[in-house]
């Protein structure tokens, strides 16, 4: 071993630990309960999941042989060419989401469901597609179940649908944009840590969510009725179908981004046009996206508070790229991933099955699915996939749709939570019986996903290749 720790010219280690592959693991095992006792607790957030990140940080150095070079390799992480794109993505991702919100995008699409004349498991249908359409709007899971739960949960129980299939049914279709939505936290996450173009990742992944989609949508269709018909109370005044107009915005978006466009730029159409229609549609100002505030210390609009919310969400996936670079440079992830291919992974079939394995188990005890792509992208779904020729949109589309399955069921995911108390919340302000803790475990997208995910990776279905395909199944 040379001096200081430094690396053995013939091993390919970067970086020496105290204990070799177990003083490498440390950070990661600091950062994971740290996380789960958070998560486990109730307080499971980004920002709260900041003290985690910093905590595995620090406790890692003092196990690095060389201090200099530990904190070369956290620099090197933090500068990772694909986090600064994610970053920057996430700031515009952000502000569009808090425009279409702004423009009346819930208060339309609670105008179409309820003058449909819907009831029933009608209604709980027309609340999962509203859902869809949300959160592909806005990229945000947890804004979609916040804006939708207050007012599409009590109308549809007082429209006779099932308390809990009408919830699990919002939950489910936040579940869906998270999955596809170009715009979405796990979509950006997924496709640039495979280094995969979004209008790939978007087209191909399309089928795989909508077969789930549409299996989810029979189960509502069956199970989404047989309560009975009340009065609506105020909830029909806060209608208004001039929010509709905000689907034209998410539309560009979307063309966009597939006809090839860097996801920046038409993120940044989004934004415009998103500000324009609803400006034009009468339900927000000029005023309302930029002004000089009364007060130091007061927002200055819609464009503050859009980078204001994706902050903690910025901060925790610097920490992240952090400490995968620790995992990668101290040889960890090289050491986990041989040893995983030398037991299990021999075709091309079980390195897919073993990379929705190894996303879904990072993502149960982590409240965040983004901070779980983030952990495994990078240093084992990667190389695992590259070395059976996947396609890099493959490889994102399996860990995107792996953290989008099993973690919208978990009662301490954040999504779950907001959900839950969003529901509980709307139950208490209109006299509706609330719904049992661990309701989510029901969510049918969540698990018509998991099980067009596993029929695509044992049959092949939609499988892609980054040129020649690998011999064997």
């Not at 979307?254 to 998103?274: D, F, K, M, P, T």
Request: aromatic fraction near 10%; include cysteine.
């Amino acid at each position: 071993m040379a001096k200081n720790g430094a690396a053995h010219p013939d091993d390919g280690v970067r970086l020496r630990m105290v204990g070799g592959i177990w003083g490498g693991l440390f950070p990661l095992v600091v950062l994971i309960v740290v996380l789960f006792v958070l998560s486990i607790g109730g307080r499971g957030g980004v920002s709260a999941f900041w003290t985690a990140g910093w905590l595995a940080l620090a406790a890692g150095m003092f196990l690095a042989r060389d201090k200099g070079a530990y904190c070369q390799t956290l620099m090197k992480g933090l500068g990772d060419k694909n986090g600064i794109v994610i970053v920057t993505a996430w700031l515009f991702a952000g502000v569009f989401g808090k425009i279409m919100v702004a423009g009346g995008l819930v208060n339309g699409l609670v105008w179409f469901g309820l003058k449909t004349g819907a009831a029933g498991s009608l209604f709980s249908l027309i609340a999962f597609v509203s859902a869809m359409l949300f959160s592909m709007g806005t990229g945000t899971s947890t804004g979609t179940v916040l804006s939708l739960v207050p007012v599409l949960y009590p109308a549809g129980v007082f429209l006779g649908a099932s308390p809990a299939m009408l919830a699990v049914g919002i939950l489910s279709g936040a579940a869906f944009g998270d999955n596809l939505a170009p715009i979405s936290d796990t979509t950006i996450v997924s496709a640039f840590t495979q280094e995969a173009e979004m209008r790939d990742v978007v087209r191909s992944r399309f089928p795989l969510a909508m077969t789930a989609a549409l299996m989810a949508a029979a189960v509502i269709v069956i199970f989404g009725g047989g309560g009975s018909i009340k009065d609506l109370p105020e909830i029909q005044a806060r209608m208004h179908p001039a929010g509709l107009l905000m689907l034209l915005p998410f539309i560009i978006v979307v063309v966009s981004a597939l006809s090839g466009r860097h996801l920046v730029e038409s993120l940044i159409y989004g934004n415009v046009s998103a500000a324009v229609t609803g400006i034009l549609n009468r339900q927000m100002k000029l005023s309302t996206l930029f002004s000089i505030p009364a007060e130091r210390g007061e927002s200055t609009g819609i464009i503050q508070d859009g980078i204001s919310s994706v902050v903690g969400a910025v901060v925790f996936a610097l920490l992240m790229l952090a400490i995968t670079q620790v995992l990668v440079d101290s040889g960890v992830l090289e050491r986990i991933l041989k040893a995983f291919e030398r037991a299990f992974v021999k075709t091309v079939r079980r390195a897919e099955l073993s990379i929705i394995f190894v996303t879904i188990l990072a993502s149960i005890p982590i409240a965040s699915n983004a901070a779980a792509e983030l952990l495994v992208g990078p240093g084992l779904v990667k190389p695992l996939g590259k070395k059976f020729n996947l396609a890099p949109a493959r490889r994102a589309n399996l860990m995107d749709c792996s953290v989008c399955t099993i973690f919208y069921t978990i009662p301490w995911a954040i999504a779950v939570v907001v959900w839950y108390g969003a529901v509980q919340s709307a139950a208490n302000a209109f006299q509706i019986s609330g719904l049992p803790f661990g309701v989510s475990f029901l969510n049918p997208y969540s698990w018509a996903l998991l099980a067009v995910l596993l029929f695509s990776a044992v049959t092949g279905w939609k499988r892609a290749f980054d040129g020649t395909a690998p011999e064997g199944e």
